[in-house]
C-alpha cells in the first residue's frame, strides 16, 4: 500500500494534500467506529508542506503518507489523553521521538487513536471515548470489540482510513487488536524502538508497535523510527541492516517450533485449526516445523499482573493534577486530600484497582513475596525463550489470540483481569522476553471474523522476522480490503 | 548480617541481668551517646542527575527546570555521567569499594515538590559502601587535648534532589519551585559511631574541607548544597537504644548544638523515668531546641521498586584510574605538612585549615618572605583579622584585604615599627582605606612604636617620678604595683611604648635604687 502510494505520489497523479483530504473525509464518515479521538489541527498544512517537497522532487521515505497515533504517544499541540479524564486537557509540549521520527520521514500525522484508559485493557473498551468498535461486521445493534488497547489504531487501519499508525504493546496491545481486525500487527524487540513520548504503562515490557495491512508497510514505518534515542536509556545502538528485508529469503533453511503449551484451555477449534494450517503450509514448503515447549507459559499472566500492577502503582504516582491534569472543583484541606479527590474523580476503576494491587505487592513486608518472586518468574519465562534460541529455532509459530473477536457483550461480562487473562495469553509471554513479535490475517472464521497468526523471533532479529512474515503473507491470500459497512 | 545483629542483641537480653526498672536516679557516665550522620551533598554540576536542566543556585524561580523535572508524562531519565565520576571520586577520597554494578530505586512518597511521586535514589546497591573518614576533634576548651577519630561509612548513594515548596502565609497557599527538583546528590551515610555534637561537627567540617579540595560538592550549608541528618540515641548497653533523627541541620554549628540538645532531651527523659519515641525532629535556631515534626510521625512504606526506565550503572564505562591521578593533596595531609613546615600545633593548624581564605593567605605570607615567623602570621590571622572580621560581620571569603598588606603589618611588628595594639588599629583601617598600604598608614597616624631605650628610660624615670607611692610600694615587696606602673605608661604614651621592654627596664629601675 506505501510503496503503491508513493509511487502514485512521485508520479504525482495523486497529491499529498489530496490524499490527505481524502483521509480526512475517511475519518469523518467512519466516525461512528470511534476510532480517532483528536485531529491534528495542524495535518493540512503537514500535507501542503509535503506536496512543495513533491513538487521540488524530494521524497523523503513516508513522504504525505498519512498515519495514526495511539493516544498515549506525545503529540507536542495534539492532546495526549491516554483515554483518561486525568489528562483530558493535557497537550504535550514535546514530540515522542516515534512521532518526531515519523514527521521527519514526510509522514503526516492523522490523529491520535482510541485506547484503554492508560492502555490498561485489551478490548479499547475502558475510554472516556467510549469503545472503539471492530469493522467486522458491525453493525447499530450488536458489534465486536476491536481489542486492545491499541483498538483505536486498528480500527483506523482496517477501514482503510490510513495505511499505517502507531501502537504500543505492553502484554498484547498491538497484536491482539490487530488481529481481532484482521491487519498486521508488531511489537519490535524491547530496546529497539524509543519509549520517549510514550507515556508508560510498563517501561520494562512497554514497546512501541506497528499496525498496517501489509507487512511491508509495517517494514517502511520500521525502517524510519528504528534506532538509538539519547532520550531513552533502554533504546539501544544494535545496527540492524533493515535493507536485507528486501534480500532474499528461503524458508529451507529456518527452523520453526510450535510451542504445545499454546494449546491451552479456552482455544477455539478454528484458531487451533488455524495454526495447524500454517503449520502444515511451512512444513509443505521445506521449513522444519517441530513441536517445542515453553514450560512456564501458563505462569505468565499471573506474573504480569503483579509486575504491571507495581509498576502501574509506581508510573501513576505522578498523576496527582497539581502541575498538570484534572483538578478537582471540591474544596479541600490539605495537599493530600486535594490529590486524592483529583484521583478519585479522575481515574478508571480499572486503574486504580491496579494502582491499589501494586502497592499492597511493593509494600515492605510484600515485596519478597510478589515482587521478587514475579521477577524470578519472568527470569524464567525469558529463559524458555532463550532456550529455543540456543537449541537454534528461528521462530515460534502460535496463535495471536485465542478466539476471534468476542462481541461488546460478551466481552463486558467479565471483569478486566479476566478479560486480560484470557485475551493476553499467547501475546503475553513475548513482552516478558522482549522478544520481537508480529501477527498477520490467515482467514476468516465461519461467522467471517478474520483468524491469525503470531511469528515470534529471537531478540533483535526483527528483520528476518518481518521477512518470515512478509513470506508467509504472499503464501496466504486473505483479502485485504475489507467490506464496510 | 542483620539476622545476626538480632540473634546477638538476644543472647544479650538474656544474659544481662535485668535492671531495676524504677531507679529514677541514673548514672550519668554509664548512658552513653550514640550519633550517626547521613549527608545529603549536592553534586557541584551543570546539570541535574537526569536531565539536561542547569543547576544554577539563584535562577529564578522554576527557571532551571526540564520535562523530565517536571514529570510530564512519558519523559524518561537520562543519567549525567559528570554526576557519576562526582560520587565515584568522592568515593575514592573516602576510601569507599565501588561497586562496579550499582542500581537505581524509585522511592515513593507524595510530596508536593517531588512531581514524579518518587525519588530515584540507590536503596538496594549503592555506587560505593565501607569508606571511612578521619577526622581531628578539637575541643575549644584548650584544657581538653585533640584527638583524631573515624566514622565508617555505609554507602554513598546517587539520588535526586526535591524540589522546594514556599508556604505564602498572606495568601495561604503553597508555592512550588522545581529549580532544586532532580539535582544530583550524593547520600553519605555513615555508622553510628560518633558520641556527641563535637565529634559530629568536627566530622562535617573534615567533609567540607575534603569537598573543598575535590570540588564534587561546593559545601555551601547556606544554599543548601550540604544537608546533615543526625540519628541520635543514648543507650546504657551493648545494644543501640531507640533513636531520633533530626532532619536537615544546615550549618555545623547546628550540628554540634542540636546533636548535643538532644542527648540532653533523652537523657532528661530516661531520668524521668520515661521512654525515648523514635521519630523525626528538626532544629529550631531560635530556641536552640529540637522540636517533633508531627507529619513526619506516621510510618512510612516507601514501597522501593527497581528504576526500570535506566540500565544498570556500570562503571567500567569510566576511567577510575584518571580519576585518581586528579586527586589533588587532601586536608589531611595538607595539615600534617603545616605542622612541620611552620611549627604549628594540630589545634592552631585545625584553626587555620577550617578557614580557606586565610590558609591560603597564610601561605601567600609565608612564601612572600619564608623568614617570617608563622606563629605570629597565623596570630595577625586567626585571631586580630578574624576578629576584626567578625566584628564587621563579613565573611571570610569576602576579605578583600591583599595578603601582602597582612605581611606587611607582621613585618612592622618583627621590626618593632608596631606594637600588637597598634597593629589591630592599623587592620581595622585597611578595611575603611583599601587604597593605603599599612606602612602608610602608621606614618599617617604617628602610630609607631616607641621602643629605643633611651626614649623608654626616660619615660619610665618619668613615670617613677609622678607614681611616689607605686615606687615605694614595690620596693616594699607588693609586686603588683610593676603592673600600675606599666599601665600609667602606657595611658602616658597612648599604648604605643614596647610594654616588654618598659616592663624589663621599671624592674632594672626599680632594684637599683
Known amino acids: 500500500m506505501i510503496s503503491f502510494l508513493k509511487k502514485r505520489l512521485r508520479d504525482q497523479t495523486l497529491s499529498a494534500v489530496d490524499l490527505y483530504t481524502k483521509t480526512l473525509k475517511d475519518l469523518e464518515n467512519k466516525s461512528n467506529l470511534n476510532a480517532f479521538v483528536h485531529i491534528n489541527q495542524d495535518g493540512a498544512r503537514q500535507a501542503l508542506e509535503c506536496q512543495k517537497q513533491l513538487k521540488n522532487g524530494i521524497q523523503r521515505p513516508l513522504e504525505g503518507i498519512p498515519i495514526a497515533v495511539k493516544d498515549n504517544f506525545c503529540t507536542k499541540g495534539i492532546p ?60 447499530s445493534d450488536e458489534w465486536h470489540i476491536a481489542g486492545g488497547s491499541s483498538g483505536g489504531s486498528c480500527t483506523a487501519v482496517a477501514s482503510g482510513v490510513c495505511v499505517a499508525a502507531l501502537g504500543s504493546d505492553t502484554g498484547g496491545s498491538v497484536r491482539n487488536p490487530a488481529s481481532y481486525c484482521g491487519i498486521v500487527g508488531f511489537k519490535p524487540s524491547y530496546g529497539l524502538l524509543s519509549r520517549h513520548g510514550l507515556i508508560p504503562l510498563v517501561n520494562s515490557m512497554d514497546v512501541p508497535g506497528i499496525v498496517a495491512q501489509t507487512v511491508e508497510d509495517v517494514m517502511a514505518v520500521f525502517s524510519v523510527v528504528i534506532g538509538p534515542d539519547l532520550n531513552d536509556s533502554t533504546c539501544l545502538n544494535m545496527n540492524l541492516d533493515t535493507n536485507k528485508f528486501q534480500q532474499d529469503f528461503s524458508i529451507r533453511d529456518c527452523r520453526i517450533g510450535i510451542p504445545e503449551e499454546y494449546n491451552c484451555k479456552g482455544l477455539s477449534k478454528e484458531v487451533k485449526d488455524t495454526w495447524n494450517y500454517i503449520a502444515d503450509l511451512i512444513d509443505n514448503s521445506e521449513g522444519m516445523v517441530k513441536k517445542v515447549s515453553l514450560p512456564h507459559t501458563s505462569a505468565s499472566i499471573a506474573t504480569y499482573s503483579v509486575l504491571n500492577a507495581c509498576e502501574v502503582a509506581s508510573n ?138 503470531q511469528i515470534i523471533g529471537q531478540n533483535f532479529d526483527d528483520i528476518r522476522l518481518l521477512q518470515f512474515a512478509n513470506w508467509l503473507e504472499k503464501k496466504i491470500t486473505f483479502t485485504q480490503i475489507y467490506p464496510y459497512n | 548480617m542483620y539476622i545476626k545483629k538480632y540473634i546477638t542483641k538476644q543472647i544479650f537480653n538474656r544474659i544481662r541481668p535485668q535492671r531495676n526498672k524504677s531507679t529514677k536516679n541514673i548514672d550519668e557516665h554509664k548512658w552513653k551517646s550514640v550519633v550517626g550522620l547521613e549527608v545529603h551533598a549536592q553534586i557541584s554540576s551543570e546539570s541535574k542527575l537526569f536531565s539536561s536542566a542547569g543547576c544554577k543556585f539563584e535562577a529564578s524561580v522554576n527557571s532551571q527546570v526540564s520535562l523530565f523535572d517536571a514529570a510530564i508524562p512519558g519523559t524518561l531519565p537520562r543519567l549525567n555521567e559528570k554526576c557519576v565520576e562526582a560520587a565515584i571520586l568522592t568515593a575514592l577520597v573516602l576510601k569507599c569499594n565501588l561497586n562496579k554494578i550499582s542500581l537505581f530505586d524509585r522511592k515513593h512518597y507524595f510530596y508536593a515538590d517531588m512531581p514524579a511521586g518518587y525519588q530515584i535514589t540507590q536503596q538496594f546497591r549503592p555506587i560505593a559502601e565501607n569508606g571511612e573518614l578521619m577526622f581531628h576533634v578539637i575541643d575549644q576548651n584548650v584544657k581538653k587535648d585533640p584527638y583524631i577519630k573515624t566514622s565508617f561509612i555505609k554507602q554513598i548513594q546517587l539520588e535526586q534532589d526535591s524540589g522546594r515548596t514556599v508556604h505564602d502565609e498572606s495568601s495561604q497557599t503553597s508555592l512550588i519551585d522545581l529549580n532544586r527538583a532532580g539535582i544530583g546528590l550524593m547520600e553519605l551515610v555513615f555508622e553510628p559511631d560518633l558520641c556527641n555534637g563535637l565529634e559530629a561537627s568536627s566530622l562535617i567540617k573534615e567533609l567540607l574541607l575534603i569537598f573543598e579540595s575535590i570540588k564534587t560538592c561546593s559545601g555551601r550549608m547556606e544554599e543548601g548544597a550540604l544537608r546533615v541528618d543526625a540519628n541520635v540515641s543514648i543507650t546504657n548497653r551493648d545494644e543501640l537504644g531507640t533513636r531520633t533523627e533530626i532532619k536537615n541541620l544546615g550549618s555545623v554549628k547546628a550540628v554540634q548544638l542540636a546533636v548535643d540538645y538532644e542527648i540532653f532531651r533523652q537523657k532528661n527523659i530516661i531520668k524521668n523515668g520515661k521512654k525515648i519515641v523514635n521519630e523525626t525532629r528538626g532544629w529550631d535556631s531560635v530556641s536552640n531546641k529540637t522540636i517533633s515534626m508531627r507529619d513526619k510521625e506516621v510510618l512510612q512504606d ?77 596570630n595577625i590571622l586567626t585571631i586580630d583579622l578574624l576578629t576584626e572580621l567578625h566584628k564587621r560581620c563579613i565573611e571570610s571569603s569576602q576579605c578583600k584585604i591583599p595578603s601582602n598588606f597582612i605581611g606587611e603589618v607582621v613585618d612592622l611588628l618583627d621590626n618593632n615599627t608596631l606594637n600588637l595594639a597598634y597593629a589591630k588599629k592599623v587592620i581595622s583601617v585597611l578595611f575603611d582605606e583599601t587604597n593605603k598600604s599599612p606602612s602608610q598608614i602608621v606614618t599617617e597616624n604617628n602610630w609607631e612604636q616607641i621602643y629605643e631605650e633611651e626614649k623608654i628610660d626616660h619615660l619610665c624615670k618619668e613615670v617613677m617620678i609622678e607614681c611616689p607611692k607605686a615606687v615605694k610600694d614595690y620596693r616594699r615587696g607588693k609586686v603588683q604595683a610593676l603592673k600600675f606602673l606599666i599601665g600609667q605608661l602606657a595611658k602616658k604614651t597612648n599604648n604605643k611604648v614596647n610594654i616588654a621592654y618598659a616592663s624589663n627596664k621599671f624592674e632594672e629601675l626599680l632594684k637599683n635604687e
Open chain 1, 80 to 139: 495526549t489523553t491516554c483515554a483518561s479524564k486525568m489528562l483530558q486537557n493535557f497537550i504535550p509540549m514535546y514530540n515522542a521521538t516515534m512521532v518526531e521520527r515519523l514527521q521527519a520521514a514526510g509522514a503526516v500525522i492523522v490523529g491520535k487513536t482510541n485506547l484503554d484508559e492508560f492502555a490498561m485493557g485489551s478490548g479499547t473498551v475502558d475510554s472516556i471515548f467510549g469503545p472503539t468498535k471492530n469493522v467486522w461486521r458491525s453493525n
Open chain 1, 316 to 453: 501513576m504516582s505522578r498523576y496527582t493534577g497539581i502541575l498538570y491534569g484534572y483538578r478537582s472543583t471540591q474544596n479541600y484541606k490539605s495537599f493530600e486530600s486535594l490529590i486524592t479527590t483529583n484521583r478519585i474523580e479522575a481515574l478508571g476503576e480499572v486503574v486504580r484497582s491496579r494502582i491499589l494491587s501494586g502497592n499492597f505487592f511493593l509494600l515492605q513486608s510484600n515485596y519478597e513475596k510478589y515482587f521478587l518472586q514475579s521477577l524470578k518468574v519472568r527470569r524464567l519465562i525469558s529463559d524458555d525463550f532463550q532456550n529455543i534460541w540456543k537449541s537454534n529455532y528461528d521462530f515460534l509459530v502460535t496463535p495471536t489470540t485465542l478466539t476471534t473477536a468476542p462481541l461488546l457483550s460478551e466481552f463486558k461480562s467479565l471483569d478486566n483481569r479476566t478479560q486480560c487473562a484470557t485475551q493476553d495469553y499467547c501475546t503475553q509471554p513475548a513482552n516478558m522476553a522482549g522478544c520481537p513479535a508480529i501477527t498477520i490475517p490467515v482467514k476468516l472464521s465461519k461467522s467471517k471474523m478474520p483468524i491469525s497468526i
Open chain 2, 302 to 378: 516507601y514501597r522501593f521498586m527497581p528504576e526500570p526506565n535506566l540500565l544498570p550503572l556500570n562503571l567500567n564505562a569510566f576511567d577510575i584510574n584518571k580519576l585518581q591521578l586528579i586527586i589533588p593533596e587532601l586536608p589531611f595531609v595538607i595539615r600534617k605538612n603545616i605542622m612541620k613546615k611552620y611549627d604549628l600545633n594540630i589545634r592552631k593548624t585545625c584553626i587555620l585549615m577550617n578557614e580557606p581564605v586565610l590558609l591560603s593567605m597564610f601561605f601567600d605570607i609565608m612564601n612572600h618572605d619564608k623568614s617570617r615567623n608563622p606563629s605570629r602570621v597565623w
